[in-house]
T-cell receptor, first 114, second 115 residues
Framework: AQKVTQAQTEISVVEKEDVTLDCVYE???????LFWYKQPPSGELVFLIR??????QNEISGRYSWNFQKSTSSFNFTITASQVVDSAVYFC???????????FGSGTRLQVQP | DAGVTQSPTHLIKTRGQQVTLRCSPK?????VSWYQQALGQGPQFIFQ???????QRGNFPDRFSGHQFPNYSSELNVNALLLGDSALYLC??????????????FGPGTRLTVL
């Protein structure tokens, strides 16, 4: 069975601080995809990134970066120089190509204080 | 380019009633998935439709049913509503690709309250 664990329920930082959101996953499949979504107060899930299990290269997109490590089954997300607009709930999710349904973690609420 | 749209935005029902939620996928997408998100939790997969058939189903009772139309839009029906069905219902669309996987794009959701 698939499982995604986001141990951090809520994180509060001051603007311009760096913050890392942790994600640990479990799957028996060798082919799978990992995702991060952002859910602002409006409720709509916004896609941030997709990684497949064969690509362990870290990725940077502006102030966002992702660290994928298969050895520890982790896919962590770092926001550099956080801004108030980054305040939201962030979800890590997993999918295997056989099932095609996203398994989400419980989410991490990030509050960035001005 | 319109994204995923859902209607209605909010809905209030009483226990035992039936409800229908609607979703129009993003242009060019052919697959629709439905998720239930209870307050403070991550979304839970209900089912997925492709080529007008239910292809995958999560751990939800038969009270939850759906349909996909030839234009790829979809409906989610819930019968005999329970208080525990109160949640945000999210629709997601994607483009089916055999042997691979494309990201799902989500709509704004329908907030269902059961009294």
């Amino acid at each position: 069975a698939q499982k995604v664990t986001q141990a951090q329920t809520e994180i509060s930082v001051v603007e311009k601080e760096d913050v890392t959101l942790d994600c640990v996953y479990e799957t028996r499949d060798t082919t799978y995809y990992l995702f991060w979504y952002k859910q602002p107060p409006s409720g709509e899930l916004v896609f941030l990134i997709r990684r497949n299990s064969f690509d362990e290269q870290n990725e940077i997109s502006g102030r966002y970066s992702w660290n994928f490590q298969k050895s520890t089954s982790s896919f962590n997300f770092t926001i550099t120089a956080s801004q108030v607009v980054d305040s939201a709930v962030y979800f890590c999710a997993l999918i295997d190509t056989g099932r095609r349904a996203l398994t989400f973690g419980s989410g991490t609420r990030l509050q960035v204080q001005p | 380019d319109a994204g995923v749209t859902q209607s209605p935005t909010h809905l209030i029902k009483t226990r035992g009633q039936q409800v229908t939620l609607r979703c129009s996928p993003k242009s060019g997408h052919d697959t629709v998935s439905w998720y239930q998100q209870a307050l403070g939790q991550g979304p839970q997969f209900i089912f997925q439709y492709y080529e007008e058939e239910e292809r995958q189903r999560g751990n939800f009772p038969d009270r939850f049913s759906g349909h996909q139309f030839p234009n790829y839009s979809s409906e989610l029906n819930v019968n005999a509503l329970l208080l525990g069905d109160s949640a945000l219902y999210l629709c997601a669309s994607s483009l089916y690709q055999r042997g691979s996987y494309n990201e799902q794009f989500f709509g704004p959701g329908t907030r269902l309250t059961v009294l």
